[in-house]
């Protein structure tokens, strides 16, 4: 396969560069607008009994669940004559938009849960029709409509479509801006590492090749299916993060044959021979750990799947075909503009010596670092991994929530919005636990059903046929606009809480809810039983992802290495690489520590499935370096039979190269940190820890005193298992035979 790779590579480069500049282009006019077609949510199971409710509901009950609020508020009492004429013509107006239905307001029900608590505000309440693309549409013409000073009333829009749509403009402001900061630091990174514009810039175009395909994969893909907004971030973090991983690892290894004396075809087809199926192993763990979350019915977990596997196979792509037909081209010029040498004549230092050859005994930093970290293995192997535990401690303290407006940076409308209700109106509106019941066995029994509903502890009143029941007691109050309707043979019955809808109290009051026997058949939906669904589908697939990624990982570091111990070691190292971020997660985003600084509002507990998503990513990074430094040990061991010269050699030819692509990754990733959505800002600040974590403790410290323990044991496996590597095993190997094509040799210059 690396012989037909360096011929495809080294017979017609140009030809290929134009080609992939074609593609390149096309790609860009495919994926132009992608986000315009990705949506905000993902977090519900389709196939829970909450949102087999929802379908019901909008079904047969179409203005059942609000899902916009109008916050009207007036410089006068809000029964003034002139308010309430203005106020029942703004609701009558909005009943009579197309794709909105349900309208009911205070004004013209007359409901005092419709108004706030201090008298200022009342709520005018609606059903947008349509799924998200269609709501977030209808949305914003009704907002250009609706919003602002008219006459004696003040409009400001909330509801869950205000704050999905604020959501999406603002995680694309946020992404645009995160682009901007990383692609120009990660250039100087580059150059400070190869210490050559025309080498930085070569893994640059790479990630630009991986984030403009996949936004068209995704554009193609969401034509078809659901596709969640957040996926672009990962687009953008893995596309500049493995290209420099991967261009790291390809260009050092090229530039050390050519430092060997090799001419640049031959240059290539070693590197290709030898990095380039370390970066094929590298991409098949990572894009095994995204895959996984296939499995996982929420498409706000698949669509970074749906991102995450083209954006690796498009950064491999890059590095093993585009990228060594570059390198063919540009020969030993691969090391011109050298921005170094105004700095160092300015300090009076001399050039730096050329990279070493290959296989010559390295006597660097990290050489050095590696020797005096194997003789006093235990002593750094115990306190490492003392170190990385404890500060994984506090995720023991985890809740897990759901998402919703304080997400949003303070300044949004819909979160200040949603923020008045929660904060001055009994009963949250929005929040109500609603029930569908089938055709009655007993056509009566809806109010006795009811009855024993409001009796439970929590509930601040139940709507339903049979009238409204506040807690204990019937009450002539009117509820919703829909609620006590009867429509197919079914009943609506919304149960409005007295607590947080979205918190344990709100989870735990969903669970009585759904105890009570009905009389008929219930599906039970509404935002905190959406939640309760969401953490079970998780909870009970969690098993399955998390066997697929370990076996498929264990089954490719074999083959990549022929023991049974490293693969163990290598899932080990990369799990307590994790152990860092998820303690940082619980310590600063759900119990709110340095929130002041990060600029958020902590609400108790964290996404349910952010944690899940960041162990898939972090997990096939940690991976990735893995398998960078375990491949450069096992060629070492291969060629020498030295297990300690094999470790303390891979790690001063790699060393360099993992703290490096780090750096750049978590510059990548501390920039999408710095997004004003919560979640985001979550995902973006511990993937760049558990990244720096993993390259400068647990591969530049753990893994080499770990590996110094083992010793020669760490290249066991059973009889079987080592014949069936023998033959199956697509382990570092010599390098193939490059093609036979004439080319001049050209001195290799001093960089």
Not at 19 to 26: C, K, S, Y
Not at 50 to 65: I, N, Q, V
Request: proline residues 6%; contains cysteine; charged residues 15%.
């Amino acid at each position: 396969m690396f012989a037909a790779l360096a011929r495809l590579t080294t017979a017609r480069p140009r030809l290929l560069l134009i080609t992939a500049l074609f593609l390149l282009i096309g790609a860009g006019l495919l994926g132009r607008g992608v986000g315009d077609h990705l949506l905000g949510g993902g977090a519900v199971d389709p196939n829970s009994a909450s949102a087999r409710a929802a379908t019901a509901l909008d079904r047969d009950f179409p203005g059942s669940r609000p899902n916009l609020v109008l916050l009207v508020g007036a410089d006068r009492p809000l029964d003034a004559p002139e308010v309430a004429l203005q106020a029942k013509e703004l609701t009558d107006r909005l009943g009579a938009e197309p794709d909105v239905a349900g309208v009911v307001s205070y004004w013209n029900g007359g409901a005092p849960t419709l108004r706030t608590a201090d008298g200022r505000h009342g709520l005018v309440l609606a059903h947008v029709r349509g799924e998200e693309t269609a709501a977030s549409d209808t949305f914003e013409r009704l907002a250009a409509d609706y919003r602002g000073t008219r006459g004696a009333l003040k409009v400001e829009l909330g509801g869950s479509v205000a704050v999905r749509h604020d959501m999406q403009k603002t995680i694309s402001e946020d992404l645009v801006r995160a682009e901007l900061i990383a692609l120009p630091i990660t250039l100087l990174i580059l150059i400070l590492v190869f210490g050559s514009l025309v080498a930085a810039l070569l893994p640059l175009g790479v990630g630009i090749l991986a984030m403009v395909g996949t936004n068209a994969v995704l554009r193609m893909v969401s034509s078809v299916t659901d596709v969640s907004v957040f996926a672009q971030n990962l687009t953008t973090v893995l596309g500049l993060g493995l290209a420099v991983d991967y261009g790291l690892f390809v260009v050092r290894r090229y530039r050390e044959e050519l430092a060997a004396g090799a001419p640049p075809i031959r240059a290539v087809t070693v590197m290709l021979n030898t990095a380039g199926r370390t970066v094929v192993f590298s991409a098949l763990t990572l894009a095994v750990s995204l895959a996984a979350m296939l499995v996982f019915p929420q498409y706000f977990l698949r669509s970074f799947a749906y991102a995450g596997i083209p954006v690796v196979l498009l950064a491999a792509f890059g590095a093993l075909v585009i990228l060594p037909a570059a390198l063919v081209l540009l020969g030993d010029r691969v090391d011109r503009g050298d921005l170094r040498v105004p700095l160092r004549r300015l300090v009076g230092r001399a050039r730096p010596v050329r990279p070493a050859a290959p296989h010559a005994q390295p006597e660097s930093r990290w050489y050095r670092i590696s020797q005096a970290i194997m003789r006093r293995a235990p002593i750094v192997a115990v306190l490492t991994t003392g170190v990385l535990v404890a500060l994984g401690l506090p995720f023991l303290g985890v809740q897990f929530g759901t998402g919703d407006d304080r997400q949003l940076p303070k300044s949004a409308e819909s979160r200040q919005v949603q923020q008045v209700i929660r904060d001055q109106v009994d009963g949250r509106p929005t929040g109500a636990i609603e029930i569908v019941v089938g055709a009655a066995r007993q056509p009566d029994g809806t109010a006795d059903y009811s009855a024993r509903l409001s009796a439970i502890d929590g509930v601040a009143r139940v709507v339903g046929p049979a009238g409204t029941f506040e807690h204990g007691a019937r009450s002539a109050a009117p509820g919703p606009a829909e609620a006590g309707r009867r429509a197919a043979g079914s009943a609506y019955i919304s149960v409005v809480p007295a607590v947080e809808d979205l918190s344990a109290a709100g989870q735990d009051l969903v669970r009585e809810v759904r105890a009570v026997p009905a009389p008929g058949p219930a599906l039970v939906g509404g935002q905190s039983a959406e939640l309760v669904d969401a953490k079970h589908a998780i909870g009970s697939r969690l098993w399955l992802a998390g066997g697929l990624i370990l076996l498929t990982t264990f089954v490719l570091v074999f083959l990549l290495t022929g023991s049974v111990v490293l693969p163990i070691l290598a899932i080990v190292f990369a799990a307590l690489s994790l152990t860092a971020m998820f303690g940082a997660v619980v310590w600063v985003i759900q119990d709110g520590h340095l929130s002041g600084l990060l600029d958020f509002t902590p609400t108790g507990s964290i996404e349910t499935a952010l944690p899940v998503l960041m162990f898939c990513i972090a997990f096939g990074l940690s991976m990735d370096y893995g398998v960078f430094l375990i491949s450069r040990i096992k060629e070492e061991h291969d060629r020498t039979g030295d297990h300690r010269g094999a470790v303390a050699t891979g790690l001063a030819r790699t060393g360099g190269i993992i703290t490096a692509a780090a750096c750049v990754l978590a510059v990548v990733m501390f920039a999408i940190g710095t997004s004003r959505v919560t979640n985001t800002m979550m995902l973006g600040g511990g993937l760049a820890l558990a990244v720096l974590v993993d390259a400068f403790v647990v591969r530049s410290l753990l893994a080499p005193a770990v590996l110094a323990l083992t010793g020669r044991a760490t290249w066991w496996a059973p009889g079987p298992l080592r014949r069936l590597h023998d033959r199956f095993g697509l382990s570092e190997g010599g390098p193939v035979e490059p093609p036979t094509v004439p080319e001049p040799r050209v001195p290799v210059p001093t960089p």
